[in-house]
């Protein structure tokens, strides 16, 4: 049902003095939308300068989001919103955060005025059992969510809710949070996962122009692996990734960029197509490879 399909029924137009506060219509009216199964994206998002650069990988984020279905809400897992417990934002303007530090000023002056969605977060706490969801008001939209929607989705005219990952979770334990969440894709909403699926900042060669690709051997040998396991639909062996060698142990040294991964795969349904895009490798322990699940045009 559609919104002019709604107030008519409804006789919002019929009568000025109906009961219904203005907000509560606005958080039922965020309900309606797109029931399409929408795709799942998981985003390398690599550095935050990609928020405000035209280079290949902004050209092929917008690219990607040119194809999608229009979301009626977004749910952004970010590798940089790490809680106890499971969280999601739930303020009606979320701020945008300038979680970095040295880089320029044009980028801490970057502000991306998405709404939240009350809608969303109240299905997301109704679909997940596994723990309870709290609803916060401290965080917002970091650099993993904005520098991402801001190349897709310039106008800022999505209403966007981050959940947080649990760091005292397994990756187990994500994927099948994740397959709770999976109903969200048949209400119209883009779930988005950004982070980088090989991320050693570490052993970054921070003198090469991060727009030209390089990587060392061994992040070549793991994202081909990641992407053959991603093709191939086993999750069992991304789930557990530190069983696949030296190479997986040097691409994910803390699991925060990768466990966004998880929470696009565990959506994902036997019959959703599957495309990599920004598949490049920078600064040589760093891969752009991004991939989106489900139909787009």
Not at 24 to 33: K, R, Y
Not at 78 to 93: F, N
Not at 118 to 139: F, I, M, R, Y
Request: proline share 6%.
């Amino acid at each position: 049902m559609d919104r002019k399909t709604f107030l008519k029924i409804a006789g919002v137009t019929a009568f000025a003095g109906a009961t219904m506060k203005l907000k509560a219509l606005h958080q039922l009216l965020d309900g309606l939308g797109p029931t399409e199964t929408m795709p799942a994206l998981f985003v390398g998002h690599g550095s935050p300068m990609n928020a405000i650069e035209d280079n290949a990988f902004s050209r092929e984020m917008r690219a990607v989001a040119a194809k999608l279905p229009h979301p009626k809400a977004i749910l952004m897992v970010s590798a940089h919103w790490e809680t106890k417990g499971t969280k999601v934002t739930a303020q009606e303007l979320p701020p945008t955060i300038h979680d970095f530090g040295g880089f320029p000023q044009e980028l801490f002056d970057v502000q991306y005025p998405a709404k939240g969605s009350p809608w969303l977060v109240g299905e997301t706490q109704a679909l997940v059992h596994k723990t309870p969801v709290a609803a916060d008001s401290n965080w917002g939209l970091d650099h993993g969510c904005w520098s991402v929607t801001r190349n897709m989705w310039p106008n800022a005219d999505i209403p966007i809710v981050q959940i947080s990952l649990d760091y005292t979770q397994s990756p187990q334990y994500h994927y099948e949070l994740a397959q709770e969440l999976a109903a969200l894709r048949n209400k119209g909403v883009l779930i988005i996962g950004s982070g980088n699926i090989v991320h050693n900042l570490g052993m970054v060669a921070w003198n090469r122009d991060f727009n030209v690709p390089f990587a060392y051997d061994w992040a070549t040998e793991i994202n081909e692996t990641f992407k053959k396991h991603i093709v191939e639909g086993n999750h069992s062996a991304l789930i557990n990734y530190q069983a696949l060698g030296k190479s997986a142990q040097l691409a994910i040294p803390t699991p925060e960029h990768y466990l966004p991964l998880l929470y696009v795969l565990g959506t994902q349904s036997k019959d959703d197509s599957l495309a990599f895009f920004n598949d490049i490798p920078v600064g040589g322990s760093l891969s752009m490879t991004s991939v989106v699940i489900g139909k787009v045009s």
